[in-house]
């Protein structure tokens, strides 16, 4: 089955500076990468995700990048806030069968006023 | 309306009693899940029903009985839980199981087993 590793498991960074996570899968029929935002106490929510026929998605301060040959995608945010403090998973699946996404294990942000 | 609800939001119980939990969505989702998820780590997969039939079953214990009465809504029936069983109950539903992949999960309901 697929397996996704996700580094690191926690990142501290000042307000304005970059944050990149990073996630490895293993299965190559894994077609489709969202990320989720959990904040403390709520519900996981989708920020945004990639399919294997894009390389680089970007929306507004958040971007994600997919390298198919390494089996590795990326998470930045830029200019991070306080209110990007928060819980990331990304998750791997593969379409075709049934949709059950493999998450990785989470990232704890801290964005530091 | 493009939401997954759930209640109830917070719920304790004995290790002796019955409760349900209840997911709604009105999007249209042939697919939908029950997840258990434990303080900042991943949601762990329970149950999936595809089209109103349960498809999937992580080896989940038999205290979790899902019901899937109709395409909108979603239970999970609990009985004789265990301390540990305490945690963040997550429903989600998407366009289909074997589909597009987008996720869109409910508020949760967060059980504490005393």
């Known amino acids: 089955g697929e397996n996704v590793e996700q580094h690191p498991s926690t990142l501290s960074v000042q307000e304005g500076d970059s944050a990149v996570i990073k996630c490895t899968y293993s299965?190559?029929?894994?077609?489709?990468f969202p990320w989720y935002k959990q904040e403390l106490g709520k519900r996981p929510q989708l920020i945004i995700d990639i399919r294997s026929n894009v390389g680089e998605k970007k929306d507004q301060r958040i971007a994600v990048t997919l390298n198919k040959t390494a089996k590795h995608f990326s998470l930045h945010i830029t200019e991070t806030q306080p209110e990007d403090s928060a819980v990331y998973f990304c998750?791997?699946?593969?379409?075709?069968?049934?949709?059950?996404?493999?998450f990785g294990r989470g990232t704890s942000l801290i964005v530091h006023p | 309306d493009t939401e997954v609800t759930q209640t109830p939001k917070h719920l304790v119980m004995g290790m002796t009693n019955k409760k349900s939990l209840k997911c709604e969505q009105h999007m249209g989702h042939r697919a939908m899940y029950w997840y258990k998820q434990k303080a900042k780590k991943p949601p762990e997969l329970m149950f999936v029903y595809s089209y109103e039939k349960l498809s999937i079953n992580e080896s989940v214990p038999s205290r979790f009985s899902p019901e899937c009465p109709n395409s909108s809504l979603l239970n999970l029936h609990l009985h004789a839980l265990q301390p540990e069983d305490s945690a963040l109950y997550l429903c989600a539903s998407s366009h289909r199981a074997s589909s597009r992949g987008e996720q869109y999960f409910g508020p949760g309901t967060r059980l504490t087993v005393t």
């Open positions: 998750a791997a699946t593969a379409s075709g069968g049934s949709y059950i996404p493999t």
């Open positions: 299965d190559s029929a894994s077609n489709y």
